[in-house]
């Protein structure tokens, strides 16, 4: 195999293993941007990979698969919401829970749909055009995903929504400072509220693409740990959307090398890789003060006129 | 907000044209304290009116209430002779009041522009800061606000940071503006703008809500005054019709004779000598850039400046708290740099935290036990692995006389008592053992006179033991009298040492803002 088909196949893998990444990443970036940790990714990225299955193999149509995962994550965000926000648990916990009880729901429900492979996933699409740039165009725009072009120019839409525009100084304010967002007439609950119901849809829809697209069937806890490499990510792209599309292409070919290795290594090693890669980045964070560019109220739950 | 016109107020209070703000029978309880009991408070257009108290008065409660953020239990709000319901800060703005907090409202890691255009209606969706940058310079321009709507908030010095919060303010059209403890956070220079600022914004119509503790300030800018006390209010009037020391005795509710017992003493041995003292932020910034001074025995050394121009670090450096990256600290001869704290205490140390809750007191832990806090683990409180419980309440019982702290007993939690109680808590505790070095931080900040009389008598009586004290504070006058020199700190250096009988407010005011003076010995 040639340097050029080398790059292209690892980018490609990257990309199409980054998928469900990026768009969990987008989800918690915005969840967090608002001051709400949400560790419930892995469990409703689970809730959509099953409901997106479903649907999808019930109807016949994938996209209702997606269209339900998104509907199930946001409403799994939404009881999150509720116990951070309004009751004001401890973010950490209530999230812990929701991935605790999505991986044990989801495999509860699951178990008749185990063992059957779809019947149409969902399409691939090539650019026009694009697809035609040496190596770069066959590796980023040949027989990808919709939802891979989708969540890159999602990227750039919620980059562009958070540093330029009413929405995003509103999103910053309440995660840097609630009682400053408060008291200049934002109404901080539904502005939080929106964020983490937000970052459930796109969750859902990680989850759904796992099952409808990249290996499309049905097993129990085929998210593997990627809701925790959401998380690391997150921290890793500074809570910058742009920046995550960077971090999951760098994961998703890192995998991918690790995946092409495995002849190498025992199999327990690629299965530990998320949780190895998330320590490493919390870790690295640690050492570099990322951690300075986290919201300041991060995990603080806000209630007004409290001193 | 749909009044109808018989809800008006009908008689003459709110009736005549010229009143802007009735706020009546306002009551506001908070567990345990009554914080406005039936308050009536009246506005006046175009006026700048001060509302007086000490600390715990209930000033920012009844300022909260008619901003918004906190509802009142009963009372009405009139807004030029209408009834209105305010429940939240959007309907206060909505309202055209505007509100400066005592901590201001504002996002550190923001623009000014994007800090202003926050929440604001009518701001363009795409590019909003953009869009306000032009009418920020405009207001700058017509009240003197001068301030760069490009810069970020962490940037700008506190005094310019409150010309972001009223900028804020007049962007939504406030008529109304409240402006809690502004000056709190400035330098005398800086206040003196403050002033002028005010008197523009009458001239332009505005009416001013000015809430402070202090007397020359009530005289130097109000038209009329409302006192408070104790969540009521004594007396509203004229400030033409009145004079200082009438109004202490109506804040204070009994007569104020502000006289200390300061005896001259004899400067001992050197304390603690600081050399060249370097130390970071926390956000890894030089917050200590050189500092160098030394404290002797029976000598109070004050150190004045704006909050924030390294004195927290300071503190921290010489008990151990924070790192120095360079330089050395000695108590009584020995060098202590980047030891352990509890090490430095046991040498003789004193630590009068700046933040009472947070790192004076475990406020869930008992009176009793945060006494001994700090000497737990020594005779007579412990023998090996156990507490001597008897020891315990035996000095708990002793240091509540001997301060007169006012607790239920020994075994109430200490977040339980008030300010100054919590302040004697920490005083009993530090001061017992009799230390040879005394830091106190900000040791009367926010507390009532009665409190803040006796805790700087005790400080000089410290002194006159023989304790050396390093006291840092923003109250000017409590270092004039306390204090035997004054050092002045500003972004973490020392401008300049002046002794108290010879400098004047307006000189170590421009030290305060950084101008650089020769040492006077
Ligand atoms: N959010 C709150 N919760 C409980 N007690 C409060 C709260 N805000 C104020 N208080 C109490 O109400 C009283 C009045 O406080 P405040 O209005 O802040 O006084 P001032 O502004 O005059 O110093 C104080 O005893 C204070 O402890
Ligand atoms: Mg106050």
């Given at each position: 195999m040639g340097w050029e088909s080398w790059i292209i196949d690892t980018l490609k893998r990257a990309l199409a293993y980054g998928t469900p990444l990026l768009w969990g990443t987008l989800g918690e970036i915005y969840a967090e941007r608002a001051g709400v940790v949400n560790l419930g990714v892995e469990g409703m990225m689970i809730l959509g990979a099953l409901s997106a299955f479903a649907v999808a193999q019930s109807t016949g149509n994938p996209w209702l698969g997606i269209l339900a995962a998104s509907v199930v994550g946001g409403f799994a965000a939404l009881i999150h919401a509720f116990f951070?926000?309004?009751?004001?648990?401890n973010q950490y916990v209530s999230g812990l829970a929701l991935t605790i009880f999505g991986l044990g729901l989801s495999g509860l429900l699951g178990t008749s749909w185990v063992g059957i492979s779809l019947k149409n996933p969902l399409p691939k699409a090539t650019i026009p055009g694009?697809?035609?740039?040496p190596i770069l165009g066959e590796a980023?725009?040949?027989?990808?995903s919709y939802l891979t072009y989708i969540g890159i120019v999602l990227a750039v839409v919620l980059w562009f929504v958070l540093y330029k525009t009413r929405w995003g100084i509103a999103i910053r304010s309440v995660g840097e400072s609630p009682s400053t967002a408060d008291a200049m007439g934002i109404d901080v609950f539904a502005v939080q509220y929106l964020c983490v119901i937000f970052g459930g849809i796109l969750a859902g829809v990680a989850g759904g693409f796992l099952s409808v697209?990249?290996?499309p069937a049905w097993t129990e806890?085929?998210?593997?740990g990627m809701g925790w490499i959401v998380i690391a990510l997150t921290i890793f792209a500074a809570w910058d959307p742009l920046q995550a599309v960077g971090g999951v292409v760098l994961f998703g070919a890192l995998y991918h090398l690790a995946y092409r290795l495995q002849a190498w290594f025992p199999p327990e090693f690629l299965k530990l890789m998320p949780y190895a890669f998330a320590i490493l980045v919390l870790a690295v964070a640690g050492l570099r003060k990322?951690?300075?560019?986290?919201?300041?109220?991060?995990g603080v739950p806000y209630v007004r006129g409290q001193r | 907000m749909a009044e109808k016109r018989t809800d008006a107020h009908p008689d003459s209070l709110a009736s005549?044209?010229?009143?802007a703000l009735l706020m009546r029978d306002i009551t506001k309880v908070f567990p345990g304290v009554v914080?406005?009991?039936?308050v009536t408070f009246e506005l006046k257009v175009g006026e700048v009116h001060a509302l007086l108290g000490e600390n715990g008065a209930g000033k920012t409660t009844l300022m909260n209430i008619l901003y918004g953020l906190y509802q009142a239990d009963s009372g009405e709000i009139y807004l030029y002779g209408k009834r209105v319901r305010i429940r939240s800060p959007r309907d206060a703005i909505r309202h055209r009041i505007g509100m400066v907090h005592q901590h201001f409202k504002?996002?550190?890691?923001?623009t000014v522009a994007e800090n202003v255009v926050?929440?604001?209606?009518?701001?363009?969706?795409?590019?909003p800061a953009r869009a306000v940058e032009d009418e920020i310079l405009q207001l700058g321009e017509r009240y003197g606000l001068?301030?760069?709507?490009?810069?970020?908030?962490?940037?700008?010095s506190a005094g310019e940071q409150q010309r972001v919060e009223i900028i804020k303010a007049l962007v939504r059209g406030a008529d109304i503006l409240i402006l809690d403890e502004?000056?709190?956070?400035?330098?005398p220079q800086e206040v003196e703008e403050l002033f002028k600022i005010l008197a523009r914004m009458r001239e332009e119509g505005h009416s001013v809500i000015f809430i402070t503790h202090k007397l020359d300030e009530v005289m130097e800018v109000s038209d009329r005054v409302t006192v408070m006390r104790r969540g009521k209010v004594v007396a509203t009037l004229s400030?033409?019709?009145?004079?200082k020391p009438t109004l202490a005795k109506m804040m204070v509710g009994r007569e104020v004779v502000f006289r200390l017992k300061k005896v001259a003493c004899e400067r001992g041995q050197e304390a603690l000598v600081v050399e060249d003292l370097w130390a970071l932020s926390d956000?890894?910034?030089?917050?200590?850039?050189g500092i160098s001074f030394s404290v002797c025995r029976g000598e109070i050394l004050g150190i004045a400046g704006v909050?924030?121009?390294?004195q927290k670090e300071l503190v921290e450096v010489i008990t151990g708290l924070r790192r120095a990256t360079r330089g050395k600290v000695f108590v009584l001869g020995d060098e202590v740099t980047n030891e352990n704290p509890r090490r430095i205490a046991d040498k003789g140390v004193a630590h009068i935290p700046e933040e009472r809750l947070k790192r004076g007191i475990?406020?869930?832990?008992?009176v009793a036990e945060n006494l001994i806090?700090?000497?737990?683990?020594r005779s007579p409180f412990c023998h090996g692995f156990f507490l001597n419980l008897r020891a315990v309440k035996r000095f708990a019982h002793h240091a509540i006389e001997e301060y007169a702290i006012m607790t239920p007993?020994?075994?109430?939690?200490?977040?339980?008592?008030s300010g100054g109680n919590i302040q004697r808590l920490i005083l009993a505790r530090e001061l017992s053992g009799e230390p040879a070095l005394v830091i106190a931080?900000?040791?009367?900040?926010?507390?009532d006179v009665g409190a803040t009389e006796q805790i700087r008598q005790i400080l000089l009586e410290q002194r006159r033991r023989g304790a050396a004290i390093l006291l840092i504070s923003e109250d000017l006058e409590e270092l004039m009298s306390l204090a035997d020199r004054i050092a002045v700190i500003f972004e973490g250096e020392i401008m300049g040492e002046v002794s108290p009988e010879a400098a004047t407010l307006e000189e170590i005011g421009l030290m305060m803002a950084g101008e650089k003076r020769r040492v006077r010995r």
């Open positions: 951070s926000v309004t009751l004001r648990a694009l697809e035609r740039i980023l725009f040949r027989d990808h697209e990249y290996r806890g085929m998210t593997a990322v951690k300075r560019g986290a919201p300041a109220s991060l | 005549h044209q010229n009143v914080a406005n009991d039936k504002l996002v550190p890691r923001h926050l929440g604001l209606d009518g701001a363009p969706f795409l590019a001068k301030v760069d709507p490009k810069a970020y908030i962490w940037q700008l502004p000056t709190s956070v400035l330098t400030t033409a019709d009145v004079n956000r890894g910034l030089p917050a200590l850039k909050a924030g121009n390294g475990v406020p869930e832990m008992s806090l700090k000497r737990h683990h007993g020994p075994d109430t939690p200490a977040k339980l008592l931080a900000h040791p009367t900040y926010g507390l």
